[in-house]
């Protein structure tokens, strides 16, 4: 696992204070606890930019069908300036390395999605839009996990979202050294046991891009980078204990023939209390790990799936 991933964040959320009205956003789990194991790098489109703080606040509207960032105030047309400035970011922050974004929810430029969009000319409005910086954000970038600071709120998707960052991140180091058909294919193997805990068709699925990429010819970094968006686009959905226990069970029957039977049977038993919602993840998984590492089978297949990073392991305790 490498060291410290980095992290895009709204800047207003890290307690800068870049909002409209003068004052931050802070997230507290971000600036308190997150950033003690990841590296925070802030960004406000709006100042980005030249809009001042405090400034008037922006808002999208519908024009010719197409969607617009304006001024509130004044309603000067700010989305070309946006679109530019979140290009250029865009662009900056993936040669920066960075594994994922976190993202203000409500906000025209940032929100991800329910933001209000007015038809022009017209009162009402929908609920249906994207913040402009973050359009183009995870238009150019559909292989880097994206969600709202709302979300992070809710131990489960804290959780399943740092799980997909550090899944990009161990993909950007192997990417290092350049792509080659082997290397994606070893990638994919030795993350078998994630894919089965959070996404299991993902598994089947992404084994067989992979060989009809290969085999229309295409280049391996191309394979890697569609490898990745169709990664991140079905670890979009938030996984069950199911699919979790499930892949504990793998590895038990791995270990199996080095435990004793009174063990296999402690395992089991806790691996399904889990499943019915009577021990948190990190029960099971903390008691996997000893019995793992005691057989001397803490190969990377099975560490990648039973050893979370300490961030993580805080948020298991509640999932
Ligand atoms: S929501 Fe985005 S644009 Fe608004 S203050 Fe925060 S970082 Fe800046």
């Known amino acids: 696992m490498p060291t410290r991933p980095k992290l895009g964040v709204s800047a207003c959320l890290l307690g800068q204070k870049v909002r409209h009205n003068g004052e931050h956003a802070e997230a507290r789990n971000l600036t308190e606890s997150w950033s003690r194991h990841l590296d925070l790098v802030g960004v406000c489109p709006e100042v980005g930019i030249g809009m001042t703080t405090p ?78 910086f973050a359009l183009v954000f995870t238009t150019l970038n559909p292989h880097i996990p994206v969600i709202e600071e709302v979300s992070l709120s809710d131990p489960l998707q804290a959780e399943h979202f740092l799980a997909r960052v550090e899944f990009f991140s161990l993909w950007l180091e192997e990417a290092r050294g350049g792509w080659t058909a082997n290397k994606i294919a070893q990638f994919h193997d030795s993350n078998k046991l994630f894919f089965i805990s959070r996404s299991p068709n993902a598994k089947r699925n992404l084994g067989r891009l992979i060989a009809q990429a290969f085999d229309r010819g295409d280049h391996p970094e191309n394979v890697a980078f569609e490898y990745m968006a169709a990664a991140q686009k079905s670890l979009n959905v938030l996984t069950k204990p199911g699919p979790i226990a499930h892949a504990m069970e793998r590895v038990l029957g791995r270990i199996s023939p080095s435990l004793s039977g009174d063990e296999r049977q402690e395992l089991l038993g806790v691996i399904n209390e889990y499943r019915r919602g009577l021990q948190p993840r990190s029960a099971p998984l903390t008691l996997l790990r000893t019995h793992v590492r005691n057989c001397g089978m803490d190969n990377e297949t099975h560490a990648r799936f039973i050893t979370p990073t300490p961030l993580r392991l805080d948020l298991l305790a509640n999932v």
């Open 55 to 132: 400034r008037a606040t922006t808002r999208l509207v519908k024009r010719d069908g197409r969607i617009h960032l304006l001024d509130s105030n004044n309603n000067t047309d700010l989305s070309q300036d946006m679109i530019d400035y979140a290009e250029l970011q865009s662009d900056a922050l993936t040669k920066a390395g960075i594994c994922g974004f976190v993202f203000k929810s409500g906000s025209a430029s940032c929100g991800l999605e329910r933001i209000k969009v007015t038809e022009e000319g017209q009162i009402e409005a929908s609920n249906d839009g994207t913040g402009l």
